[in-house]
């Protein structure tokens, strides 16, 4: 069983950075193979947008849309991986998810959620 959790402010300003954090807990970690490590969000009334990908080997991948803004790290050390969002407009409220992703079997692990309000 692998459990996924994100957690981080559920409030964040304009102009601010928004910074999530996805604990993985259970029988799975950020450095196994072959595994990626993936943030998606769901912006309200709108479908999954994929952000990018933190890969078992520590490669990372944007969306080319967010790619200037976004950051993904990882602490193998934890088992934790992170999203670090520039510059946020209130385009930027969405319900975040970190993701397991294996390849072409698609994603096989979520987490629950967290809704994240950009808002002055």
């Known amino acids: 069983q692998v459990q996924l959790r994100e957690s981080g402010p559920g409030l964040v300003k304009p102009s601010q950075t928004l910074s999530l954090t996805c604990t993985v807990s259970?029988?799975?970690?950020?450095?196994?193979?072959?595994?990626?490590w993936v943030w998606i969000r769901q912006p309200p009334g709108k479908g999954l947008e994929w952000m990018g990908v933190i890969a078992y080997l520590g490669d990372t991948h944007y969306s080319p849309s967010l790619q200037s803004r976004t950051s993904i790290s990882r602490d193998t050390s934890r088992n934790q991986f992170s999203l670090q969002l520039s510059s946020v407009t209130p385009e930027d409220t969405a319900v975040y998810y970190c993701?397991?992703?294996?390849?072409?079997?698609?994603?096989?692990?979520w987490g629950q959620g967290t809704q994240v309000v950009v808002s002055s």
């Open positions: 259970g029988a799975s970690t950020v450095t196994d193979v072959p595994y990626g």
């Open positions: 993701v397991r992703w294996v390849g072409r079997s698609g994603f096989d692990h």
